[in-house]
């Protein structure tokens, strides 16, 4: 089924550790976009892409990084966690086309301790 | 840059009642506009969009309308039920296929209808 799938779903870990949230989807689409968000708060864009080989830094300062080698395939890393990283990320990808749907993964809620 | 501003924050109303949200956009060539409702625990997920070249749009209880000229949309729901609870996020982007397809999204306007 055509999809966007992110992993963890739930993740806790200490301070200073290395993470990366996967996410991948089946629709064949080339754009894909990290969203970090509180509870039932603002979307904020951290991080997207327009296709392989292509990153770009969203509108909320963010350390982590992200990369492209693959079109179904956007993962986020963060070399070092903090306490203040703890939130929601949300995956999604969006067709060719500027108007179309945006579909969201079911989101990694990130907890560091 | 891109800024999309969303009022109210909150929103409480009767079950049956209309409610109305509201949002304005600083990029004046923007001219794709969606509506995403995200409920609790939940991804979000779009229910309605309009683009520039249509003033209002309807879908059932749920209706849009955008004022170019004024660079402000707004989400009018009808007989609202208790399942029409959530969080809705209002949002701007360029529209074609260029590489400007930035998805800017509103605060959220939390909506709770009490039956």
């Known amino acids: 089924e055509a999809d966007i799938y992110q992993t963890p779903r739930y993740l806790v870990i200490g301070t200073g550790k290395k993470i990366t949230l996967e996410c991948s989807q089946t629709?064949?689409?080339?754009?894909m976009y990290w969203y970090q968000q509180d509870p039932g708060m603002e979307l904020h864009l951290i991080h997207y892409?327009?296709?392989?080989?292509?990153?770009e830094k969203g509108d909320l300062s963010s350390e982590s990084t992200v990369s492209r080698i693959r079109t179904e395939h956007f993962p986020l890393t963060l070399e070092s966690a903090r306490p203040s990283h703890t939130s929601q990320y949300l995956c999604?990808?969006?067709?060719?086309?500027?108007?179309?749907?945006?579909?969201f993964g079911e989101g990694s809620r990130l907890t560091v301790l | 840059g891109e800024n999309v501003e969303q009022h109210p924050s909150t929103l409480s109303v009767q079950e049956g009642d209309s409610a109305v949200i509201k949002c304005t956009y600083s990029?004046?060539?923007?001219?794709?506009f969606p509506w995403y409702k995200q409920e609790l625990g939940k991804r979000p997920q779009l229910i309605i969009d309009?683009?520039?070249?249509?003033g209002e749009k309807k879908d059932q209880r749920i209706a849009v309308t955008l004022n170019k000229t004024a660079k402000h949309f707004s989400l009018h729901i009808t007989e609202t039920q208790p399942e029409d609870s959530a969080v809705y996020f209002c949002?701007?982007?360029?529209?074609?296929?260029?590489?400007?397809?930035?998805?800017?999204f509103g605060q959220g306007t939390t909506l709770q209808v009490k039956p």
């Open positions: 999604a990808s969006r067709g060719l086309a500027n108007t179309g749907e945006l579909f």
């Open positions: 629709m064949g689409h080339d754009k």
């Open positions: 892409s327009y296709g392989v080989n292509s990153t």
């Open positions: 990029d004046s060539a923007s001219n794709y």
């Open positions: 309009i683009r520039s070249n249509v």
């Open positions: 949002a701007a982007s360029r529209g074609g296929s260029s590489n400007t397809g930035k998805l800017i």
